[in-house]
């Protein structure tokens, strides 16, 4: 059966002591109240060993960011999928849009960063979306199994098991303009379809599909009460733990 997980990406944000404070508080409001969904932190490298040492990862897992496409050597200034998991890590996302639009991301270099990834024991949260020309114009189902196909469509059904998937509509990150829950809802069961004409149902159904994108305590429920949507990627409003909270407890 697939869980259900709220993943914060704390993006860019918080020094270390921050961000130290930032995890210890959300991992002592976990101990508090029990989640009814897996809860995972994504930090910056800078804090991942440090955040280690300050929660209990059976209640608050925790993830980098990003990782490198080789897994070591002369690529200066970059943090490899080894390194990732020798701070305790057990999460990366992989694929956000901000990487792909900012720092210019391919399928091919995913393919090498989730292959590494998971020969490193590291769970890969996929993020895929369209941007809002594509949505406008009605490719948005089109371009979504496109980066789905070409990054992930070279797993065995196995390791493609092990991947979280991050629906994340370009147009509504960051900018407080949420999918609607039905047109999450329709992304997701389009996603679930598409890997189930590559890997069966049974994979299908068993595949997490989180959605970001402005997700906040206000419209949490409302996603989460979809069929296919298994939780959130959250951003903004991972930054706070009260409002982070807010949305664990949507489930
Ligand atoms: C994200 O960057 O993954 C995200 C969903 O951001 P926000 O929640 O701020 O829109």
């Not at 809002?132 to 948005?140: I, S």
Request: glycine fraction near 10%; include cysteine.
């Amino acid at each position: 059966m697939r869980k259900n997980i709220v993943a914060g990406n704390w993006k860019m944000n918080t020094t270390l002591q921050e961000g130290v404070k930032l995890a210890e508080e959300v991992n002592a409001a976990l101990k508090e109240t029990k989640a009814n969904c897996d809860v995972v932190i994504c930090v910056p490298f800078t804090h991942l060993a440090s955040v280690n040492g300050v929660i209990d990862q059976n209640v608050l897992g925790l993830g980098a960011e990003n990782c490198a496409d080789h897994a070591s050597g002369a690529y200066t200034g970059e943090v490899s999928a080894p390194m990732v998991a020798s701070t305790g890590a057990k999460y990366v996302i992989l694929g956000h849009s901000e990487r792909r639009q900012y720092y210019g991301e391919t399928a091919e270099t995913l393919r090498e960063k989730v292959a590494l990834a998971l020969a490193n024991g590291l769970t890969p949260i996929f993020c895929i979306g369209e941007v809002l020309e594509e949505r406008e114009n009605g490719t948005y189902n089109d371009v979504v199994k496109a980066q789905i196909v070409d990054g992930l469509f070279n797993l065995s059904a196995e390791d493609f098991g092990k991947i979280i998937l991050a629906y994340e509509p370009v147009w509504a990150i960051g900018t407080g303009k949420t999918a609607t829950a039905d047109q999450a809802e329709d992304m997701h069961a389009h996603i679930r379809s598409v890997i189930a004409e590559k890997y069966g149902k049974e994979v299908a159904d068993n595949t997490s599909i989180l959605y970001g994108g402005s997700c906040k305590p206000s419209n949490a429920a409302e996603l989460f009460a979809k069929p296919d949507v298994d939780g959130g990627l959250i951003g903004g409003a991972a930054l706070k733990c009260a409002d982070f909270m807010g949305i664990v407890k949507a489930f």
